[in-house]
């Protein structure tokens, strides 16, 4: 599968591993696309699993609508959910990472009986993160989100008066990313469109509907995070066990950045490995 459809937009996928091997569908984040994923995925292929990994809405070239509505939460979880229909898997593993997590958690809450089990990296559940936010150090660690509400004015900020995004490589450096790493997100950022797109996800948060977030998730769930995350602080990752009913592993990667799949794959796809065999298709 290099492409899949839902409804009149075009998604482009990197599929990888044996075609008929359990099925892991990898999430990318903010400001990532899949390629993000090619550290993990080798390691996932070498024993036995099919990987898949798409440009989320927004990333791909055929996917990206104009309107901030075209990017609530509904709409990226029904394309996750067009990727496993396409693939032709009844469950799947469920891994994301940062915005990916969080449509991880959407699809977990609204279909738990087409995964087998989820991995969501760096971002919590939604309640205890949105708790977090006015009760402790995540409100300041999350201002970024506020800034992106703004029309415009972000992508001036990002791409700087030459549109080289040399912002953007600048932010991510500060995050801890590695440099060659933010070169290549900073790069994708510069296709037209695709930065006002990615963050019309930040936009569209308020036009959510954020009445199933408050459930408890039932899929075996765990839950990667690093100590240090300047993202994502201490209170909602902890907090996170709170909310999920089904088996739970809360796994906490110490003295790493946000950047989990970039910067430490072999430790994600180790514990990603081991939870899968716990918990196969």
């Given at each position: ?12 996928v990197?599929?990888d591993g044996p ?14 696309r899949n ?7 080798a ?7 099919r990987c ?14 104009l309107?901030?509505?075209d ?6 979880v029904?394309?996750?959910?067009a990727l496993?229909d396409d693939s032709g898997?009844?469950?799947v593993?469920?891994?994301g990472h940062?915005w ?8 977990a809450l609204?279909?738990?009986h087409r995964?087998?089990?989820?991995s ?10 949105l708790?977090a936010i ?12 506020y ?7 972000p992508?001036?900020l ?13 932010a ?5 990313q590695?440099?060659v ?11 037209p469109g ?12 308020l036009?959510?509907?954020s ?14 995070w ?12 902890h907090d996170?066990a709170?909310?999920?009913?089904g ?7 110490r003295g790493?950045s946000h950047?989990?799949?970039?910067e430490?794959?072999d430790?994600v ?13």
């Amino acid at each position: 599968m290099e492409q899949f459809r839902r409804g009149g937009l075009v998604f482009d996928v990197i599929d990888d591993g044996p075609a008929d091997g359990p099925v892991v569908v990898l999430l990318h984040g903010f400001p990532q696309r899949n390629t993000s994923w090619e550290a993990v995925t080798a390691r996932l292929t070498a024993h036995g699993y099919r990987c898949l990994a798409p440009n989320q809405r927004g990333y791909s070239p055929g996917a990206r609508p104009l309107r901030r509505r075209d990017y609530r939460m509904s709409e990226l979880v029904d394309d996750v959910l067009a990727l496993i229909d396409d693939s032709g898997a009844d469950r799947v593993h469920l891994v994301g990472h940062d915005w990916g997590a969080a449509v991880g958690w959407g699809l977990a809450l609204r279909h738990p009986h087409r995964l087998a089990s989820f991995s969501p990296i760096s971002v919590p559940h939604p309640v205890p993160f949105l708790r977090a936010i006015p009760t402790s150090r995540q409100g300041l660690a999350s201002w970024y989100m506020y800034v992106a509400q703004l029309p415009r004015l972000p992508e001036r900020l990002l791409l700087g008066r030459d549109g080289s995004g040399i912002r953007i490589t600048d932010a991510l450096l500060r995050g801890g990313q590695a440099a060659v790493h933010a070169q290549r997100d900073t790069e994708a950022m510069l296709e037209p469109g695709m930065l006002t797109a990615a963050l019309n996800w930040y936009r569209a948060m308020l036009l959510s509907d954020s009445g199933e977030i408050k459930h408890r998730v039932r899929v075996p769930t765990m839950y990667i995070w690093s100590d240090g995350d300047t993202a994502i602080t201490a209170k909602p990752a902890h907090d996170t066990a709170n909310y999920v009913a089904g088996p739970y592993r809360f796994e906490t990667i110490r003295g790493a950045s946000h950047w989990l799949p970039d910067e430490e794959p072999d430790t994600v796809a180790g514990l990603l490995l081991e939870w899968f065999a716990a918990h196969p298709l």
